[in-house]
Antibody
């Protein structure tokens, strides 16, 4: 059974950084492509980035370039998303998501991590 | 970036109705489109991938169609559990953009 378990809610001040973790079980992390998606309160889904297995590189949405870093610790099958220079507009639920095949949709999702940015 | 536009933004319907949601891409994405259902406070769930392939365990009243730039998600007979928000997502190219969502409400 595949499970993605994310770290708990965070409250951060503007300008700070946050690092969200996503522990994978039932899969070997190095064999899948992990995506990160966020959702601001009352808003839609926003794709932030993922690992591109074809070019073997991490692709970030331009909106987050320079502020986001997605990494993986294959020894613990844990993926991380770090977002820096936080502002109030970054208040959102952050999800990790993946699937058995890159071109077959995001089948498995974490439960979400609420990040609140407030002074 | 490829823009994904869903219509309508909100849809009011009754149990038993047939409903169709449309998703248009700003350029051709072949059949690289997925549909997700999201309920309040929950993570999205995959319904359809590759435009028309039903994800395992998803009821057969859900179906998807389309190719290129225009796609549809149809629910053949709306059930109480189907009142939710639906999103399309293209994965033909990066960034993997989502539509803005369609909320299906009880009429």
């Amino acid at each position: 059974q595949v499970q993605l378990v994310q770290s708990g809610a965070e409250v951060k001040k503007p300008g700070a950084s946050v690092k969200v973790s996503c522990k994978v079980s039932g899969y070997i992390l190095s064999e899948v492509s992990m995506h990160w998606v966020r959702q601001a309160p009352g808003k839609g889904l926003e794709w932030m980035g993922s690992f591109d297995p074809e070019d073997v590189e991490t692709i970030y949405a331009q909106k987050f370039q320079g502020r986001v870093t997605m990494t993986e610790d294959t020894s613990t099958d844990t993926a991380y998303m770090e977002l820096s220079s936080l502002r109030s507009e970054d208040t959102a639920v952050y999800y990790c998501a993946t699937g058995p095949e890159e071109m077959a949709g995001l089948v498995y999702w974490g439960q979400g991590t609420l990040v609140t940015v407030s002074s | 970036d490829i823009q994904m536009t869903q219509s309508p933004s909100t849809l009011s319907a009754s149990v038993g109705d047939r409903v169709t949601i449309t998703c248009r891409a700003s350029q051709s994405i072949s059949y690289w489109l997925a549909w997700y259902q999201q309920k309040p406070g929950k993570a999205p769930e995959l319904l359809i991938y590759k435009a028309s392939s039903l994800e395992s365990g998803v009821p057969s009243r859900f179906s998807g169609g389309g190719f290129g730039t225009e796609f549809t998600l149809t629910i053949s007979s709306l059930q109480p559990d189907d009142f939710a928000t639906y999103y399309c997502q293209q994965y033909n190219s990066y960034p993997r953009t989502f539509g803005q969502g369609t909320k299906v409400e009880i009429k």
